[in-house]
């Protein structure tokens, strides 16, 4: 590969930019420390024509706003820093508007845009962090909203094939922090363009999810429409959350686990408080938070990585941690949450370990 990849690189390199030994420890919200042998910041579709005739998806490593990945080493791979930018109204009838926004957009900029714009839908997922190319990945959600109820389409690069593709919703196959990119084509298309559906009015608002409805009224809002609940949003968000850019973290660390009803069943026969939510056909949702609190990991640090004071499911770098360290702190949260109950925490973040 090696061999591959030096040839490659010296082919292109006259017409992309190709930095070597970049610091990443800015470029991920953890912060944990990493160097970047060959990245280029990608800004335009020309370039990642260039870049996908010449490498295979293995090869290199899609980097957004760094905020769902953790680096274990530094990446063996190419980096390709998502940099497309570009946003618009392509189409507006019937009380909807299709929107489009580069890949590279920050995400919360382009909601905070579209709300300006008085387009409904994308309020409960304000203030997430990272970059829209990224947020199909793994179907952001947040406050009872998740990705997919708002998507269009979305236009990516196939680095294997070195050819443009068009997903609809279908074909993302979208799933609870999940989606075809994650789960079946990891790093395989660069998504360059995503489209959403969004309505221009009898917008249809999600606000009775969690602290959502007590926000409102302390805020004295009765008949709220979307900028409203953008601003309740952000609020609990910056109560209950860390802020990456004062304490390194990557939001929560693992998924919830779903588990069968036969299982849960017996669970609740020991701890009959446990939370949880149906989650279809004899399954049920346990918040992962809970687990990690029940078996008294919230607010505990070991060195530099410790779990969140106000929420157990954020692991946090306090300090100068390094990635190993974050995992082997949460390899310990999984061991003890199998052995209490029997459950396997998957998680949520992306590990980078090549
Ligand atoms: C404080 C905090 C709160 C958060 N809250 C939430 C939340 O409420 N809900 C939620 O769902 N998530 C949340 N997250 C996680 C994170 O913000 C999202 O997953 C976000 O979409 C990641 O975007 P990013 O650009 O930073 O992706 P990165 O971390 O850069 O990348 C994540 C993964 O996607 C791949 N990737 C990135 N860009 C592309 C692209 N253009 N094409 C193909 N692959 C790509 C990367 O290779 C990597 O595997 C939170 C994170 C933090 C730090």
């Known amino acids: 590969m090696q061999a591959l990849y030096s040839r490659s690189m010296n082919r292109i390199r006259y017409e992309i930019e190709v930095q070597s030994g970049v610091d990443l420890t800015h470029l991920n919200t953890f912060g944990v420390p990493s160097t970047a042998a060959a990245y280029t910041a990608i800004q335009s579709p020309r370039q990642l024509e260039m870049v996908a005739r010449s490498f295979a998806a293995e090869e290199v490593l899609i980097l957004g706003g760094g905020s769902n990945m953790l680096f274990l080493h530094s990446p063996q791979r190419w980096v390709l820093h998502n940099q497309l930018v570009g946003r618009g109204i392509m189409s507006s009838r019937n009380g909807f508007s299709i929107v489009a926004a580069a890949g590279g957009e920050d995400w919360h900029e382009f909601v905070k845009w579209t709300l300006a714009m008085g387009l409904g839908g994308l309020e409960n997922l304000s203030l997430i962090p990272g970059t829209v190319g990224a947020a199909p990945i793994q179907n952001?959600?947040?406050?009872?909203?998740?990705?997919?109820d708002v998507f269009?389409?979305?236009?990516?690069?196939?680095?294997?094939?070195?050819?443009?593709?068009?997903?609809?919703?279908?074909?993302?196959?979208?799933?609870?922090?999940?989606?075809?990119?994650?789960?079946?084509?990891?790093?395989?298309?660069?998504?360059?363009?995503?489209?959403?559906?969004?309505?221009?009015?009898?917008?249809?608002?999600?606000?009775?999810?969690g602290a959502i409805p007590d926000q409102l009224s302390n805020m004295g809002v009765s008949e709220p429409q979307p900028q409203a609940i953008s601003e309740a949003v952000i609020a609990i968000r910056q109560r209950k959350l860390p802020d990456p850019s004062t304490i390194g973290n990557a939001g929560s660390f693992f998924k919830n686990p779903i588990i069968p009803l036969i299982h849960f069943?017996?669970?609740?026969?020991?701890?009959?408080?446990?939370?949880?939510?149906?989650?279809?056909?004899?399954?049920?949702?346990?918040?992962?938070?809970?687990?990690?609190?029940a078996c008294g990991w919230k607010g505990?640090?070991?060195?530099?990585?410790?779990?969140?004071?106000?929420?157990a499911l954020v692991l946090i770098n306090q300090g100068n941690a390094t990635g190993n360290a974050?995992?082997?702190?949460?390899?310990?949260?999984?061991?003890?949450?199998?052995?209490?109950?029997?459950?396997?925490?998957?998680?949520?973040?992306?590990?980078?370990?090549?």
């Open 140 to 148: 952001i959600g947040a406050y009872g909203v998740e990705l997919q």
């Open 152 to 209: 269009h389409s979305l236009k990516a690069m196939d680095l294997q094939e070195g050819i443009w593709k068009t997903f609809t919703k279908e074909d993302c196959q979208f799933g609870y922090r999940n989606s075809l990119f994650k789960e079946e084509y990891p790093g395989r298309y660069f998504i360059a363009e995503v489209q959403f559906k969004l309505t221009n009015r009898n917008h249809v608002l999600k606000m009775d999810y």
């Open 326 to 354: 974050v995992w082997a702190f949460a390899k310990k949260i999984k061991q003890s949450v199998r052995q209490r109950f029997d459950i396997e925490l998957e998680p949520e973040v992306n590990l980078i370990a090549y």
């Open 265 to 293: 069943k017996k669970l609740r026969e020991r701890f009959p408080e446990m939370v949880h939510y149906p989650a279809g056909d004899g399954l049920v949702k346990v918040p992962a938070g809970w687990l990690i609190d």
């Open 300 to 311: 505990k640090s070991e060195g530099a990585v410790g779990s969140y004071k106000h929420q």
